[in-house]
Every structure is written in structure tokens, then in C-alpha cells.
């Protein structure tokens, strides 16, 4: 029996393919819930597993040892670049604080305080800050389906956004527009009979 090089590429390439459909594929990704955590803030963050597109798990963190590691500050398997992710998804003012030595005394990143409002009409302990949400605890169901669409959150209430749709919202609630567009968010009577 004669094997030509044809044969043998072919043979490595086959073998090569089917140990890489046979490994399962995990990525860890950035993740924020709009409920309370295991800190008793209103923001949960945390680093969500998924193994082939599904959520496996995840990592519930502090709100710094996020912040440093999307900066890039810190090494983690979410950002194995230690890349500044909210510079590279257009997420304006959050950067690291150096003092004059260049050393790291901080970060600065105001778009986190303002995620609460998503969920809440009022801030739940401190009465006179309002929120974006048109139900007192929880979106109406226009926000929930708005929320479904742009950012693929089933349910606001108990699951993450996160990855790519997570960078996407922080940078749309920088956005005077798309608050007014979600604090009004009605039924969509564009595709009505």
C-alpha cells in the first residue's frame, strides 16, 4: 500500500479537525447583573464562563478587581491581552489614576454608578436620585423587551449581560439619547397591522 504526501496531509488534517470539534470551547467573559450580589451593591459584577455558547457558570467578583482587570491592570482570562477593553469598545471616561510617579493609586469609571437607574425608577435607599425605569423595582415590559433586543438579556432581573453586549450598554448609557429613548420605551407599533 502506497501513501502519497496527498494521503497524509489529508489524514493529519482530518485528525487535527476532529480533535478540535471534540474539545469543548470555554471563554470567560466580563458580566454585570442588575441585582444584588453576594457585596449587597446594586450592580453585581462578575466573570461569566460558557462552554460552546452556553453559560456555565460564573466567578461573582468586587467592583475594583473588575474595573482593574478591564483596564488591563490586572492579568485574568477575560482579558488575556490585559488590553484597555473600554478604550478599545468606545466606553468614554474610564481610565486608570496615576499619581506622579506613574504609579497606579486608583481608576476612574462613572459609567457604573449610573447602572442601577436601569432597573430602578428611584434609587432604592437614597429617594432623591431617579432612575430610568418605568416600574418602581423592575423595567416595564417595554424596557424588558428593549433590553432583550439590544443586549440579549432574557431577564434583567436574574441574568448577566455580558461580553460584547455588556461593552455595547455601557457605552449606550453614556448616551442622552438612548436614555430618553429607554426611559420612554413603549410597544413598538412600527410593525403593527
Not at 500500500?1 to 497524509?8: G, L, P, R, V
Not at 482530518?14 to 446594586?42: E, W
Not at 462613572?110 to 432623591?128: G, N, S
Not at 455595547?168 to 448616551?175: E, G, H, I, P
Request: with cysteine; hydrophobic share 35%; glycine share 6%.
Amino acid at each position: 500500500m502506497q501513501f502519497s504526501i496527498k494521503h497524509i496531509i489529508l489524514f493529519a488534517g482530518l485528525l487535527f479537525s476532529i480533535q478540535l470539534t471534540a474539545q469543548p470551547l470555554h471563554k470567560t467573559y466580563f458580566a454585570i447583573g442588575l441585582f444584588t450580589g453576594a457585596h449587597s451593591n446594586m450592580i453585581t459584577f462578575a466573570f461569566v464562563k460558557t462552554t460552546n455558547g452556553k453559560f456555565s457558570g460564573a466567578e461573582i467578583v468586587r467592583k475594583d478587581r473588575f474595573i482593574y482587570t478591564a483596564l488591563g491592570h490586572w492579568p485574568h482570562a477575560a482579558n488575556l491581552k490585559r488590553e484597555n477593553l473600554f478604550e478599545k469598545y468606545g466606553v468614554d471616561s474610564c481610565f486608570l489614576l496615576k499619581n506622579g510617579s506613574n504609579k497606579v493609586i486608583g481608576y476612574y469609571a462613572p459609567v457604573f454608578d449610573e447602572l442601577w437607574k436601569i432597573r430602578f425608577y428611584e434609587h432604592p435607599y437614597d429617594f432623591d436620585q431617579p432612575g430610568w425605569s418605568q416600574g418602581q423595582y423592575k423595567p416595564s415590559i417595554y424596557q424588558k423587551e428593549f433590553l432583550k433586543k439590544e443586549y440579549g438579556v432574557e431577564n434583567v432581573l436574574t441574568d448577566y449581560i455580558y461580553g460584547d453586549s455588556l461593552f455595547k450598554l455601557l457605552r449606550d448609557v453614556q448616551n442622552p439619547t438612548w436614555v430618553s429613548m429607554y426611559k420612554t420605551a413603549s410597544r413598538d407599533t412600527t410593525n403593527s397591522p
